[in-house]
């Protein structure tokens, strides 16, 4: 696996689906009215920024600077986790938000994953993988959250209003 080719391409893809999200959500003004839909949007962006983010600090770093990516993946990823778990407080108290409940749980746990690797990457050893690597894995598990979260949203059982997009 060449981590920094991989690295490269998934950072820009991540960056393409925040834009991609962006003019979505541009053209559904009235999300921005509503603070729980504020909040859903706000949670979907960051499900692919910081990920993206955690991609360019993993070029920059690479295997030669180890010290760099794991440091950022660490700080970010609890930034996520975090972030998420507010979002999950605040949506418990929705009924119509809690279809989100599984996917955003789950990216609680990814964000914390990678904070462990990045803390214990001798960890990644377990599995026979790079710690990069494993991370690597990680960080796809988290878009493809993100993915799942968009799709619960779009159709309308994510939505606290329960309409569809």
Do not use: K
Not at 19 to 44: E, F
Not at 71 to 100: C, K, M, N, P
Not at 105 to 118: D, F, N, S
Request: charged share 10%; proline share 5%; net charge positive.
């Amino acid at each position: 696996m060449d981590v920094s080719t991989f690295y490269a391409l998934f950072s820009a893809t991540c960056f393409t689906l925040v834009g991609l999200w962006w003019n979505v959500v541009q053209s559904h003004p009235d999300w921005m009215r509503t603070p729980a839909l504020r909040r859903i949007v706000g949670g979907i962006y960051l499900s692919f920024l910081l990920p993206a983010l955690m991609g360019l600090f993993a070029q920059v770093g690479g295997v030669e600077t180890p010290g760099i990516w794991r440091a950022s993946f660490v700080v970010i990823s609890v930034v996520g986790a975090l972030s998420t778990l507010r979002l999950l407080g605040q949506g418990s108290r929705d009924a119509a938000a809690s279809t989100l409940i599984l996917p955003q749980l789950g990216a609680a746990v990814v964000y914390l994953l990678i904070a462990v690797v990045g803390l214990a990457p001798e960890l990644s050893g377990a599995v026979g993988l790079r710690p990069i690597q494993a991370e690597a894995i990680l960080l796809s598990l988290l878009v493809l959250l993100g993915h799942g979260l968009v799709w619960r949203f779009m159709v309308g059982s994510g939505r606290p209003d329960g309409a569809a997009a």
